[in-house]
Every structure is written in C-alpha cells, then in structure tokens.
C-alpha cells in the first residue's frame, strides 16, 4: 500500500505562519511530482504549488512570495511553508504526488487534506 499522509494544519492568526507536511509511505520506487492544492467549500481545488523531478517549482499568483514548495527525497516528503499568512488562504489543503511502485506503473495519489483557518 502507497499512501500520503499530511500534518500540519491549524488555526493561525493574520500575517502568521505555518508549514506543512506531507510523508509518502509504502512500496515506493520513485516520486516524480508533488504538490499542494487547497479547496474551498463551493469552489474547485486550485493549484498552489508544484515540484518537479528536477527540483523545478511553481506557485499560483495569489501565493508567490509567501509561500515555498521544498522535498526532502530521502524522507519522501514534500512541504510548504506558509508565510505572511492572509484570510483568503483559509481553505483545506491536500497534497499530490505521482508514485512510482516500480519502474514503470505509478499512482497519482492525494493527502486526506488538511484544514488551514486564518482568523483573528
């Protein structure tokens, strides 16, 4: 079994931080791409940040100097620091990742999801 498991998520005040977590476990070959997307309640999961093979990244506009997409590869995990943090980004996030469990079949799997409330 290859699963993703976040931490991280809670409750943080205005121009606060928190980083999260996300640890890839099981059978596990290679992990090409990780990511993290966030979802309100009535809108469509939108992407906030993406790591390549290569170490490669991209955020989404609303993020882009406050928020840094890292992966330690020998722990098979993917982060994101938060900073500066704004109402806006209350959402629920999740994290992605395209597993390989051997050299040619993979999984694109998701995080249960973590709820992050900015709020005084």
């Known amino acids: 079994q290859v699963q993703l498991v976040e931490s991280g998520g809670g409750l943080v005040q205005p121009g606060g931080s928190l980083m999260l977590s996300c640890t890839a476990s099981?059978?596990?070959?290679?992990?090409?791409?990780m990511g993290w997307y966030r979802q309100a309640p009535g809108k469509e999961r939108e992407v906030v940040a993406e790591i390549n093979n290569g170490g490669g990244t991209k955020y989404a506009d609303a993020v882009k100097g406050r928020f840094t997409i890292s992966r330690d590869r020998a722990k098979n995990t993917v982060y994101l620091q938060m900073d500066s943090l704004k109402p806006e980004d209350t959402d629920v996030y999740y994290c992605?990742?395209?597993?390989?469990?051997?050299?040619?079949?993979?999984?694109?799997?998701w995080g249960q999801g973590t709820q992050v409330t900015v709020s005084s």
């Open positions: 992605n990742g395209k597993i390989y469990y051997s050299l040619t079949a993979w999984l694109d799997l």
């Open positions: 099981g059978s596990i070959f290679s992990i090409i791409a």
